[in-house]
């Protein structure tokens, strides 16, 4: 990654917080610009513990819709009204109705707050396949990947500069994993599973058969769940934690 580019990793667990782990939530700030990956229950609790600012937020990239990746978000939208003021626009990104499960989501959560405008803008974009969207220095483009279906989820391919991230997403496998990740900096992988093989999310045997495909300089294993901490002496591929930071 180019000079001054940072990834934290604000929360690195499964949707049932293996191992005390917090929810999907990844920070990616670079050249001046903040981009928030997923942001799950906890996001703002981890942005807290590691004295973070969430203001400098300037884009949140959704993946797909479960609770775990984006039930944040109200709390998140809730803190730009009471605690960090902010007037600058707020721009979410994700599969298509993301305005409309956003705002179903912040509305079931806060009637009363929902009831009332924000004192800010939020522009949401719906990310489509093959389409890529330029926005804050970050080149942002999809693809699809076997997990929910409707809306469908998304894993991302983001460039900084000649740089590259790739995020799996939550994915069963796909060949499509090799493709996005080649070549890429740093490739964010999950794993939630080490015995039990599932078709929406990847096990560690599987990816580490397919280890020497991947053509990405580092890969980081996270959305981790109870059976992959079980054997994790077993795991020989780095391992995401909650307040990890990757930098040059």
């Known amino acids: 990654m180019m000079q001054g580019d940072r990834v934290t990793f604000l929360g690195t667990g499964d949707a049932f917080c293996a191992g005390g782990r917090?929810?999907?939530?990844?920070?990616?700030?670079?050249?001046?610009?903040?981009?928030?990956?997923?942001?799950g229950p906890g996001t703002l609790a981890s942005l807290k513990r590691n004295d973070l600012a969430a203001e400098p937020i300037d884009t949140v990239l959704l993946s797909?819709?479960?609770?775990?990746?984006?039930?944040?978000?109200?709390?998140?939208?809730?803190?730009?009204?009471?605690?960090e003021p902010r007037t600058k626009p707020l721009r979410i990104i994700g599969p298509p109705e993301v305005e409309e499960k956003v705002m179903q989501l912040y509305r079931a959560m806060y009637a009363d707050s929902a009831a009332d405008r924000f004192p800010y803008q939020i522009q949401f974009t719906e990310a489509r396949p093959g389409k890529q969207i330029a926005i804050d220095g970050f080149r942002i483009e999809a693809f699809r990947v076997p997990h929910?279906?409707?809306?469908?989820?998304?894993g991302y391919e983001i460039r900084s500069g000649q740089r590259k991230i790739v995020y799996s997403g939550?994915?069963?496998?796909?060949?499509?994993?090799?493709?996005?990740a080649e070549a890429a900096d740093l490739f964010l992988c999950e794993c939630s599973f080490f015995e039990t093989r599932m078709a929406t999310h990847l096990d560690y045997p599987r990816i580490a058969e397919n280890l020497h495909h991947f053509g990405s300089k580092r890969m980081v294993l996270t959305h981790l769940g109870q059976e992959v901490l079980s054997h994790r002496r077993e795991i020989e591929l780095e391992m995401a934690h909650d307040g990890l930071v990757i930098s040059p």
């Open 148 to 154: 929910q279906e409707h809306p469908p989820s998304y």
């Open 22 to 39: 917090l929810q999907a939530a990844y920070l990616f700030q670079s050249a001046g610009s903040t981009l928030l990956i997923d942001c």
């Open 64 to 83: 797909h819709f479960h609770g775990d990746h984006f039930a944040g978000l109200p709390f998140l939208l809730l803190q730009f009204v009471y605690v």
């Open 170 to 180: 939550d994915t069963g496998w796909t060949d499509d994993l090799v493709a996005h």
